[in-house]
Nanobody, 124 residues
Framework: VQLQASGGGLVQPGGSLRLSCAAS????????LAWFRQASGKEREFVAA????????AYADSVKGRFTISRDNAKNTVYLQMNGLIPEDTSVYYC??????????????????WGQGTLVTVSS
């Protein structure tokens, strides 16, 4: 599975951005897709995850109510809609995939496939 992330940029506090992660090379309903982020000098942290076939969604507490993960199976694309952005959301955002959904969905080491990062900067 190859992943291509896009959609990052510079946005003012309170603004919105939508990230996209295009998947190729074969996806199945069991696949788990996730977004992680890594700020400068910090460890990579979980943001949100979903199951490709539906039925599972999870968010980090820090983004609940502000971010929404969704997917378009016809386009093989997973999205991360980010609203109410704050400076603390500034990070490089990565999409990741694994073969099956797991209760350890928030652990980066559980994912086998990674896209390149896309930088999100929240600043006035």
């Amino acid at each position: 599975v190859q992943l291509q992330a896009s959609g990052g940029g510079l946005v003012q506090p309170g603004g919105s951005l939508r990230l996209s992660c295009a998947a190729s090379g074969g996806t199945s309903t069991d696949h788990a897709l996730a977004w992680f982020r890594q700020a400068s000098g910090k460890e990579r942290e979980f943001v949100a995850a979903t199951r490709w076939g539906g039925g599972r969604t999870a968010y980090a507490d820090s983004v609940k109510g502000r971010f929404t993960i969704s997917r378009d199976n016809a386009k093989n694309t997973v999205y991360l809609q980010m609203n109410g952005l704050i400076p603390e959301d500034t990070s490089v955002y990565y999409c990741a995939a694994r073969i099956r959904w797991t209760v350890a969905y928030g652990r980066a080491s559980e994912y086998n496939y990674w896209g390149q990062g896309t930088l999100v900067t929240v600043s006035s």
